[in-house]
């Protein structure tokens, strides 16, 4: 008989690719988790994974159980949210890890409104970049991600999550006061080709989505000053120091006495946000009134 629990630690191997990585996000040690990994050998008969110079990889008998463990791990989160209705769980802790504008513009609102429609659950939430929320919820460090589309994410098929799309905001081009583009109306990116830029550290999803719209315009940015905080960002630009393209939500509240903020001409560079839990859980009777507040935000 495989235990659910040690399927649970083969997916956290293959999603971590090493030991200590899955042992540190599963809050084990290495060799806690290298003992489940070795009974999961033993109660299936196979090998399932192979140690290297690079990490840990699953042998083919590893993808295979890994296949079904999605689905054995989403069954389960079904029939928690089952007993749990039946049980009229009305009453308990969700945790929601988002990034700081998401927070802002839809985690807040929601809050606001379960306060008045389910006064018995109670929201725990947690700031993560838009690229950091989704792994915490696979790892059930968390029970609802408010993410963003970014390179590498996984994707909308994926068997391991249920999502529910939120909204999709524009990025805007933030320009010096002095700047020669200042009096456009829309600002072409490949007239910035040449300009100093100011952006997110690589990793953060913003980051990717900048880059890619200035690939698209047929250049690399000059990237010369970094921040993951939009403040700083905006407050650069409005020091002469460079542009930059910022999400229009970000933007609200802003000092922008020193800067001029222009939409992008043609097709604007685009943050799409979701919400994300684990395959399953999303009939739960906490988390399906959490999912509807969001939904609800974002409207």
């Given amino acids: 008989m495989i235990e659910a629990r ?23 040690t290495p060799s806690a988790v290298s003992q489940q990994l070795t ?32 689905a054995v791990l989403a069954q389960l989160e079904r029939a928690e949210a089952e ?11 969700v945790t929601v890890a988002a990034f700081a504008t998401g927070i802002g513009l839809v ?26 929320s989704l ?3 696979l790892d059930r460090q968390v029970d609802v991600a408010v993410a ?10 994926d068997a391991r999550l249920t999502r529910v799309p939120l909204y999709a905001e524009p990025f805007d081009a933030v320009l010096p006061a002095g700047h020669r583009l200042a009096a456009s109306d829309r600002v072409p990116l490949a007239e910035l080709a040449k300009d100093t830029w100011i952006g997110p550290f690589p990793g953060n999803p913003c980051h990717d989505v900048v880059v ?65 839990v684990r395959c399953g859980a999303e009939e739960h009777p906490l988390i399906r009134p959490v999912l509807e507040a969001l939904g609800e935000a974002a409207e």
């Fill in 6 to 28: 040690r399927l649970h630690i083969l997916r956290a191997v293959a999603d971590h690719r090493t030991v200590t990585a899955a042992a540190a996000a599963l809050y084990l």
């Fill in 39 to 70: 009974a999961l050998e033993q109660e299936t008969g196979h090998r399932l994974v192979e140690r290297g110079a690079k990490g840990v990889r699953l042998t083919p008998a590893g993808e295979i159980l890994l296949t079904h463990t999605n």
């Fill in 83 to 93: 007993l749990a209705a039946y049980s009229s769980g009305a009453a308990g802790t």
């Fill in 107 to 132: 985690v807040a609102p929601a809050l606001s409104r379960l306060a008045r429609t389910a006064p018995g659950i109670r929201i725990r939430v947690q700031d993560a970049e838009g690229d950091a």
């Fill in 135 to 137: 792994p915490m919820v």
């Fill in 148 to 157: 963003v589309e970014y390179r590498g994410a996984p994707g909308a098929d």
């Fill in 212 to 276: 890619l719209a200035c690939e698209h315009a047929g250049f690399q940015p000059q990237v010369e000053h970094s921040s993951d905080d939009f403040r700083a960002v905006v407050a650069l630009a409005s020091a002469g120091a460079g542009v930059a393209l910022v999400p229009r939500s970000a933007l609200r509240g802003m000092d922008l006495s020193d800067a001029v903020v222009r939409p992008v001409d043609g097709v604007a560079p685009t943050r799409r946000v979701f919400a994300a």
